[in-house]
């Protein structure tokens, strides 16, 4: 396996240049065959890993700085709806040989990366490099830390809970059809919504919420899973669903849009009535916004009411890997 096709050298001289300064507690300085890691007393690892591949999860023309912000932002996204502290993680990268991505890319990339890495306390450990004749295909994982058995989960809602979301919801929708030139982005928000999802890591949750899980395929289809995994029908008031100026200046004709589109990596929480005001306290206190969108009440599935409490019915329910 080799990056040759990348930067004209080898693939141990790429790693070194790109990626080494990247590297860690525990990485041995990329230089072995494996990383060591040691999982703190009382603690133990969420692990979740992401892939995204060129077309398919982002444009050719994106960023190369916000594409290695993006990969890793997903994934720290799956560590705050687990409620765990970023540590570590592994990057794999699977080049196209058609030399498009060449060193000023992958220069920028990794700026991206080490940036996030300063922001969000977190470091590489390892990974693998490949080349393809195909489109570019990144992937991580990551390893997050929290105390031993406070994993938030998507199993614990109850009826009688509410339903709360952080942000707004459908902007990376919408920044996506305004990068593909469908809609109008004057102030580009919707873009960079799309391009830098802003992952809700450091809240302290555990013991509050009932169930929580991020908002990645669409907040309907996210929903059904939490409904489906309680046991429960999670009935969302469409018109209280968080909407940023940017959405909200293309007007109500992109509702379903916005409930359904995915790219949002949005926190989706359910608590008991009597949570709510720790909640909204635990979210002010680290800046991040927080709404309540609907309750959770016996049954199955998702049931979205508009501002006459009539039953929508969507016909997209979310984004679908397969």
């Known amino acids: 396996m080799t990056a040759r096709g990348v930067t004209g ?16 507690s525990g990485s041995l300085d990329l230089r072995d065959d494996c990383a ?17 591949v060129e077309n398919v999860h982002f444009l050719p023309d994106d960023p190369a700085e916000t594409l290695g912000c993006k990969l890793l932002r997903c994934n720290l996204s799956d560590l705050a709806a687990m409620g765990a502290r970023p540590h570590a993680y592994t990057l794999n990268v699977t080049v196209p040989r058609n030399g498009r991505y060449d060193e000023h890319w992958f220069s920028g990339f990794s ?18 490099t490949t080349s393809i004749t195909g489109p570019l295909v990144i992937s991580a994982t990551v390893f997050g830390l929290l105390d031993r058995g406070s994993a938030l989960r998507r199993n614990g ?7 709360w979301v952080t942000g707004t919801i459908g902007d990376g929708a919408l920044g996506l059809l305004a990068l593909q030139g469908k809609i109008s982005d004057p102030s580009g928000f919707l873009a960079e919504r799309y391009r830098l999802p802003r992952p809700r890591t450091g809240l302290a949750l555990h013991g509050i919420v009932s169930a929580a899980m991020d ?38 004709d992109f509702l ?11 926190l989706l929480l359910t608590c ?44 997209t329910r979310g984004w679908q890997h397969f």
């Not at 050298?9 to 860690?24: H, K, N, S, V």
């Open 272 to 315: 008991a009535p009597q949570q709510a005001k720790t909640l909204q306290a635990v979210c002010q206190k680290a800046g991040v916004p927080i709404r309540r969108i609907g309750t959770v009440r016996s049954g199955s599935g998702v049931k979205i009411l508009d501002a006459a409490g009539c039953e929508i019915i969507s016909e």
């Open 256 to 266: 379903m849009q916005r409930l359904s589109g995915g790219d949002d990596y949005e």
């Open 215 to 252: 908002i990645s395929d669409g907040l309907i289809q996210d929903c059904g899973h939490i409904a489906h995994e309680s046991g429960v029908q999670l009935l969302i008031e469409a018109q209280t669903v968080p909407t940023s100026d940017a959405a909200a200046a293309l007007g109500p």
């Open 9 to 24: 050298t080898g693939e141990f001289d790429f790693i070194a240049r790109y990626f080494r300064p990247l590297a860690g």
């Open 111 to 128: 700026r991206g990366l080490a940036a996030d890495q300063r922001d969000y306390g977190i470091h590489l450990l390892g990974g693998d």
């Open 157 to 163: 809602a109850a009826p009688g809970d509410e339903i």
């Open 36 to 52: 060591l890691m040691r999982c703190p007393d009382g603690k133990e690892f969420a692990i979740s890993t992401d892939t995204m």
